[in-house]
């Protein structure tokens, strides 16, 4: 079991920066990615980024490619996710989660955290 805390959201203005971390605990080892995801009002959830555990290899969406970097502390088992050139239709909530080696996708989430950009 894994575990993950996402936090990091607030409002800013169009243009502006944010940066989302999320923490891992338990068997941590076991992890094979992480992924941000996030989902505006009646929306689906949509990709964001992943970025694999060992090796740091990493995915973006389109719509947010050059704009976002994924990142990962092996030490601090956190995954960060700097937001840049921030656009109202980034606004949603975004969702940390981790997929383990057992070949079962993203199967651990965290609670999710608001971002908020304002035009």
Not at 10 to 20: D, H, K, M
Not at 57 to 67: L, Q
Not at 93 to 100: E, K, N, P, Q
Request: proline share 2%.
């Amino acid at each position: 079991q894994v575990q993950v805390i996402d936090s990091g959201g607030g409002l800013v203005q169009a243009g502006g920066s944010l940066r989302l971390s999320c923490a891992a605990s338990g068997r941590t080892f076991t992890m094979y990615k992480m992924g941000w995801f996030r989902q505006a009002p009646g929306k689906d959830r949509e990709f964001v980024a992943t970025i694999t555990w060992s090796g740091g290899h990493t995915i973006y969406a389109d719509s947010v490619t050059g704009r976002f970097t994924i990142s990962r502390d092996n030490v601090k088992n956190t995954v960060y996710l700097q937001m840049n050139s921030l656009k109202p239709e980034d606004t949603a909530t975004y969702y940390c989660s981790a997929a383990l080696t057992d070949g079962r996708g993203f199967n651990y989430w965290g609670q999710g955290t608001q971002v908020t950009v304002s035009s």
